[in-house]
């Protein structure tokens, strides 16, 4: 079985992309191509949060995450969150986000809201939910990305 890691990282930088680029190397997966999916967990799936990732493939390689990511220039403060909830019994679970120029409490409410409301729309039985915020300043000049993501088991070829 494999295994969905939470990874977050933020950085300051000249240019939009480049602080965003800078972020995905805080996180550890600056390398790969990410292709997003939307949020649920396959059941079976173990959720660890590990704050960096670990070499997960060669580089150019694509790599499926849920992503959180807010960017702004300065001076200003981003915030982005990712939240999820397992199922008690081993079955399938959800990711929810949020982000943007707001502070940590607010984005991370966004995210309990969230989960909450997508448990409704289930019949499963899910725990406790977590949450995972990351956020940062921009300073007068500089663009800062904060990111969130969910990076679900190794990379894969993309060709």
């Known amino acids: 079985m494999s295994t969905i890691r939470i990874v977050w990282g933020s950085a300051s930088a000249p240019?939009?992309?480049s602080s965003y680029d800078a972020a995905l190397a805080d996180a550890g997966v600056e390398n790969y191509n990410l292709v997003a999916v939307s949020s649920v967990i396959p059941a079976g799936v173990d959720v660890e949060a590990v704050g960096t990732a670990p070499d997960l493939g060669p580089?150019?390689?694509r790599l499926t995450v849920v992503e959180a990511?807010?960017?702004a220039?300065?001076?200003s403060s981003v915030a982005a969150a990712l939240g999820w909830v397992e199922s008690v019994d081993d079955g399938p679970g959800l990711f929810y986000e949020a982000s943007g120029e707001i502070d940590a409490a607010d984005v991370e409410n966004r995210v309990l809201e969230g989960l909450a409301a997508g448990s409704e729309l289930r019949?499963?039985?899910l725990g406790e939910p977590s949450v995972r915020?990351?956020?940062s300043e921009a300073e007068s000049g500089t663009y800062?990305?904060?990111v969130v993501l969910a990076v679900y088991g190794e990379s894969?070829?993309?060709l």
């Open 73 to 75: 220039a300065g001076p």
């Open 15 to 17: 240019t939009k992309m």
């Open 59 to 61: 580089a150019g390689e």
């Open 144 to 146: 800062t990305t904060s």
């Open 156 to 158: 894969d070829p993309i």
């Open 69 to 71: 990511r807010a960017t």
């Open 133 to 135: 915020v990351e956020s």
């Open 123 to 125: 019949d499963w039985e």
